[in-house]
């Protein structure tokens, strides 16, 4: 009995921290965006390998134009999690497509002998390389505002993935008498609600490559789950290391409370 | 109750160092034949689950120094690199900041434990006392090594609580740049914070040996408040350290650590903050600062104070009921008047010490609330207003109730003896 | 009450249960001991992005003959020489007999031990690719492409003067052994890729002369 109810102290105790926790920190203002059934959520959940091929692709050809990705280097779309995993290249640097994505980008390196930089052909071990050489710059081409790095951003956000995909799908117009300055647009979930960004995805913007059809929500989904695998690439790993860990525990706590209540048989206390 | 050591040293070689370093002795007249209580319950726990996390701490904090650059330019991204390319770093830095709340977790049940049963009361005022020096330190600890990710409320939590400081008449100022290490915070600070926050645990660990030793003079307290007897009489009321006390404190250490897990592998940035995922920026403040949750308490009591009362300002008053909040632990020993240790022989205070825990609770509510907001959406009633109140309780808990129902309550009728008030022969 | 002395085992229960709990309690420690030391080990291997730059692809397209390069691979210099007809015939016209070191020092997979000839050392005769640190004391040696190759005319270390040859092989000086040569192949005509996989190293050529 008495340590059920030290047990169940124990959960009150780590459920009313985890409610206090979510109450002052999900209040980042802003409305709550709908939750979305993500298939990476929950303790079993997985990243869906084929979103992020996808996402990816929404990623270079719409977001990359302004949003830098400085956490991320080509080669962690091949390693393990990543959306060009291959088991027959188990160092990501040797992945064909990890390198011809590489490859397909000119990287600032240098300076060469003669002092000068000098552009080259991107390879794995590159970072993804920013759209802007810096914030002012940055800045300057978007009206003042700065287009923030990707590669946090769903962490970075009250509510996660939830959040980016309400951010990206949830443009209107403004209702009656709301004043939008020039170059601001009305977005239902950004705090405060006029945005400078503009409506960044539309239906059939891209191709994609596995042909699946490229309405808005489906793009939108995709390049969350791409930012969210971005954000946290170990997440598969840290669940199913998890499940092992709290297994063991579990078997141990058993015989340790077996041992205990040997020990204690005859003991009144 | 330490008795005359039973250690007897077997072969040869123990016997020769004995004579020289009686090192295994000390360990086996503090650990195995360490006389107990035979009455304690689960709350005592928490002493071992506060030691097993010291460690983790440690451990995990030194590994994680062997990774991390104490600068402002590269400390945002080399936390980073921690979490994705070094070898389980992501696991070890998870471990780490949970570690923290779940170290703090731990450290206030063991001191509302340390309140209902009147563990500070003599011959343990200085095991108390020390306590509250170790809880301090905790606390500058956590604070320092907060900042050392350097994101939004890294940056922003040490500009907050740093121009506390200046608060302080005439030297405030100074004080602060000192801090600093410049104008405001900066390079040095972080660098600097790393420092102390590498520091501090050894220290915290120093602190701990003292606690365990005044621990062991007078021997645990227990949930009836009796000391156990001494002679022959003794074994009746104890029961030796070892298997009894190692085994019950592994089992609850192991409980303690599945939650731990649960936090570390599922929810590894639930009881940290989205904005310190934003690298800082001196030019950018978060909408709300919030410190992180086992402060928040404190900063509730901080944001309480908003009059001037006499010639102190409300931000001295307010930093002044912050340190008074904690530095009131230091003196409690003496501000209870009762000879009664557990509450369970205190019908009244009883009641005044939950709605004291209740008040802690609320207090830690309105830190994380904008005052300005209404608590439940009650027009009219901010959370600036509860905060007032919370903190007016919390003050009078200690400098009103506990002095005055030493006087005027009348105790329940307690056991003759621990072994009366196991065997229910009350 | 009957623990008076706090002694287990005379509480009557059958004793193999007991003992195999504790042994089983004794074992998951030892066991949660060993995997949590683990990753704390593993931590202080080389990360991800430091393996990520364990193997390089150098274009040697442009080396022009009697010309060399030096690259960094690994946080340590590689030459790269692409050898002259001269320089070939000068490296193979070398007795083994003359060689203190007569090892090749080929880390290449299958390579371990063979004797020193130029042919040993080289994939294709026109590149030769050696690590850049002395034998002795890890000096930098300096190099004929700026008139500072020695008594051979190829590599020297000015540090305790010791004198290599066109085929990178210690001749005279204190060091003790050949300058190595690492891991490589051509993974193309004109690229050199250093740092292989065991894949790359089956097919990457090399074979005793």
């Known amino acids: 009995m008495k340590m059920f109810r030290f047990i169940a102290a124990g959960l009150a105790a780590a459920l009313s921290l985890t409610a206090i926790g979510s109450t002052a920190y999900a209040a980042g203002g802003g409305t709550k965006p709908p939750s979305h059934e993500w298939h990476h959520a929950g303790p079993f959940g997985t990243y869906d390998r084929h979103a992020i091929q996808r996402g990816f692709q929404v990623y270079q050809e719409i977001c990359a134009s302004c949003h830098a990705l400085g956490q991320m280097s080509f080669r962690n779309l091949g390693q393990r999690g990543g959306p060009f995993e291959d088991g027959n290249f188990p160092n990501p640097n040797d992945n064909p497509i990890v390198m011809q994505i590489a490859a397909s980008y000119q990287i600032m390196d240098g300076p060469n002998d003669d002092g ?119 997440m598969e790993a840290r669940k199913q290391t998890g499940w092992m860990v709290l297994i063991y525990l579990f078997i141990f706590t058993i015989i340790v409370y077996l041992a205990y209540r040997q020990i204690w048989a005859n003991v009144k206390h | 109750m330490s008795g005359p050591s039973t250690y007897e040293p077997k072969s040869g070689f123990t016997r020769w160092l004995d004579s020289r370093l009686p090192i295994i002795r000390l360990g086996w007249d503090s650990f195995v034949d360490f006389p107990t209580p035979r009455n304690l319950n689960y709350w005592w726990t928490f002493g071992g689950i506060l030691a097993v996390f010291l460690v983790i701490q440690i451990v995990t904090g030194i590994i994680l120094a062997m990774h991390y650059v104490p600068h402002e330019l590269y400390a945002f991204d080399s936390v980073e690199r921690i979490r994705r390319d070094v070898n389980y770093g992501w696991m070890i830095q998870s471990m780490h900041a949970n570690g923290a709340s779940f170290f703090f977790v731990a450290v206030y049940l063991h001191m509302f434990r340390g309140l209902y049963y009147g563990s500070y009361k003599a011959p343990r005022e200085v095991l108390w006392i020390l306590g509250v020096v170790i809880y301090l330190l905790m606390m500058a600890t956590a604070f320092m090594g907060y900042v050392l990710p350097w994101g939004q409320m890294s940056y922003w939590g040490a500009i907050v609580i740093t121009n506390l400081v200046a608060a302080v008449p005439f030297v405030g100022d100074a004080i602060r740049e000192w801090l600093w290490g410049g104008f405001s915070v900066g390079q040095s600070t972080l660098n600097r914070f790393f420092s102390l926050h590498y520091l501090l645990p050894f220290i915290i660990a120093g602190v701990v040996g003292l ?31 070892h298997p009894y006390y190692t085994v019950k404190d592994a089992f609850a250490i192991l409980v303690y650590l599945m939650v731990f897990c649960v936090f570390v ?45 006499g010639p102190i300002d409300a931000k001295l008053g307010g930093v002044l009921a912050m340190f008074g909040a904690i530095a009131i632990l230091f003196v409690l020993p003496w501000l209870d008047t009762s000879k009664v240790r557990s509450m369970r022989y205190r019908p009244l205070t009883r009641w005044f010490f939950g709605f004291f825990v209740v008040a802690a609770l609320g207090l830690g509510w309105c830190g994380a609330k904008n005052p300005d907001d209404y608590v439940l959406g009650m027009t009219g009633f901010k959370f600036l207003y509860l905060g007032q109140f919370l903190t007016l309780y919390y003050f009078a808990y200690f400098l009103v109730i506990l002095p005055v129902m030493g006087i005027v309550e009348k105790p329940k009728k307690r056991p003759a003896s621990i072994e009366a008030a196991v065997l229910g022969t009350a | 009450m009957t623990e008076a002395n706090g002694a287990l085992g005379e509480d009557g229960q059958e004793p193999s249960r007991r003992d195999f709990i ?73 007795e083994l007999s003359d060689l203190p070191d007569q090892d090749a020092r080929n880390e290449n997979a299958g390579m371990e031990g063979v004797p020193a000839i130029d042919a040993n050392r080289v994939l294709r005769s026109e590149f030769l690719i050696v690590k850049g640190n002395c034998t002795h004391l890890g000096c930098v040696p300096t190099s004929q492409e700026t008139n500072a190759g020695g008594e051979y005319d190829a590599w020297y270390c000015p540090c305790h003067g010791s004198h290599y040859d066109k085929s990178a092989r210690i001749r005279r000086g204190p060091a003790p052994e050949n300058l190595p040569v690492p891991d490589y192949f051509f993974e193309t005509e004109a690229v050199v890729k250093l740092g292989l996989s065991d894949d790359e190293s089956a097919i990457a050529g090399w074979t005793v002369a």
């Not at chain 2, 995922?277 to 309480?304: C, D, G, Q």
């Open chain 3, 22 to 94: 504790y042994i089983a309690a004794g074992g998951m420690a030892a066991v949660g001991g060993g995997l949590v030391v683990w990753p704390f080990i593993d931590q202080m291997n080389p990360a991800a992005d430091t393996l990520a730059l364990g193997s390089i692809r150098v274009d040697v397209s442009q080396l022009l003959p009697g010309s060399e390069m030096t690259v960094m691979w690994r946080g340590a210099p590689v030459f790269i020489r692409h050898r002259t007809e001269e320089e070939i015939a000068e490296a193979r016209n070398v």
């Open chain 2, 265 to 309: 592998f599922f929810l590894p940035n639930v009881l940290g903050h989205a904005d310190n995922f934003i690298e800082a920026n001196p030019l950018s403040t978060p909408a709300h600062i919030v410190p992180e949750w086992y402060f928040l308490p404190f900063y509730a009591i901080l944001r309480a104070v908003t009059f001037d009362i």
């Open chain 1, 116 to 234: 000068d930089m000098f552009e080259r052909a991107g390879i794995p071990a590159d970072t993804y390389p920013s759209p802007f050489e810096n914030e002012q710059q940055a800045r300057a081409s978007n009206g003042g505002a700065y287009p923030p790095d990707l590669s946090l951003i769903v962490r970075a956000r009250g509510y996660g993935e939830d959040y980016i995909y309400g951010l990206l799908t949830g443009y209107h117009d403004a209702p009656e008498g709301y004043d939008l300055a020039p170059g601001q647009y009305y977005n239902d979930y950004f705090p405060g609600n006029a945005i400078a960004m503009a409506p960044p995805i539309m239906d059939d913007m891209i191709t994609y490559a596995d042909g699946t059809e490229a309405t808005m929500e489906q793009m939108a989904e995709d390049v969350t789950v791409f930012l969210t695998w971005v954000g946290d690439p170990h």
């Open chain 2, 211 to 241: 606690h365990i030793w005044a621990l062991h003079v007078p021997g645990n307290g227990n949930p009836v408040g009796l000391e156990a007897r001494k002679g022959d009489d003794n074994k009746k009321d104890t029961l030796p350290f």
